[in-house]
């Protein structure tokens, strides 16, 4: 028998301020650990939130203090931690990056955002990455992503026909669009018939308000963890042996027909 046992951070981050944020993160990630939980997954851009005018000047260089610090805190706490994100500088490029750790504090993975929320100009600060990422934490693999690369279903099957269990989707997802993201999200799990563990801020970045409902919801679509709007950590437990029986009773992926599909 399977089981994996996840926290969800959902934060109320502080604008620009790297140290109170990073602060905030190890509480939640010892409060994570002191719930016995095997993985931790932050919101993203977890160091400065979505994001200052002066975010290039407050990014991490090479992600050398964040990989630092999760390292750090996944060794003490003894936890997997799927970082979120940070305002990554790479080669004087400004990255959307989220960097994994395992339990002994060994990278073990890292994801640079692919798809940039145009709207909000986030294309015109960052670059977007060009590689998915999957992973195995404590023998189950996974994969992630950051909050707009939900809307591309391309993107996300994508990962899934890597052989995905659990997918981790950290975002700053505004409150005007909750209905979307709450739908997008049980969407993913459905369609590819994995779990799915969606974390989100709370709080403001200027004018904007982020949403919560953090969650983690099961192949089926029902729902581990339900979504609020309140700061906290919220934990479940991922029963991974369903996942078996639910690909056998509706075998998707073998009744694809990849031949017949044009993008």
């Keep these: 028998m399977i089981y994996l046992k996840v926290s969800v951070v959902q934060s109320n981050l502080i604008l620009a301020d790297v140290g109170a944020n990073f602060k905030g993160a190890e ?47 996944s060794k003490k706490y003894d936890i997997n931690i799927v970082g979120g994100s940070v305002a990554n500088k790479i080669n004087g490029k400004l990255y959307n990056t989220c960097y994994i750790f395992n339990r002994d504090g060994t990278e073990i993975g890292m994801y640079n955002k692919v798809h940039l929320f145009s709207p909000s100009g986030e294309d015109k600060i960052f670059t977007p990455g060009d590689k998915m990422t999957t992973f195995e934490l404590d023998g189950v693999k996974c994969a992630v992503a950051i909050c707009y690369d939900v809307r591309f279903v391309e993107w996300i099957r994508m990962n899934a026909l890597e052989n995905i269990d659990v997918f981790f989707l950290p975002a700053a997802w505004p409150d005007k669009r909750t209905m979307h993201w709450d739908t997008l999200n049980r969407s993913r799990a459905i369609e ?9 801020s709370v709080g403001t970045a200027y004018s904007s308000k982020f949403g919560g409902h953090s969650a983690i919801i099961d192949p089926w679509g029902e729902y581990v963890v339900k979504p609020t709007d309140e700061e906290g950590v919220f934990s479940g437990k991922l029963d991974l042996n369903i996942i078996k029986d639910i690909r056998e009773s509706i075998n998707v992926f073998k009744d694809r027909k990849p031949n017949l599909y044009k993008f």
């Excluded at 994001?51 to 805190?73: H, I, Q, W, Y």
């Excluded at 590819?192 to 989100?200: E, I, S």
């Design 27 to 73: 509480e939640s990630i010892k409060k994570a650990s002191e719930e016995k939980s095997d993985v931790v997954v932050l919101p993203e851009l977890f160091d400065v939130s979505f994001f200052p005018e002066n975010v290039m000047e407050l990014a991490d260089t090479g992600g050398k203090r964040t990989k630092e610090f999760l390292s750090n805190c």
């Design 192 to 200: 590819n018939q994995m779990f799915v563990v969606c974390v989100n």
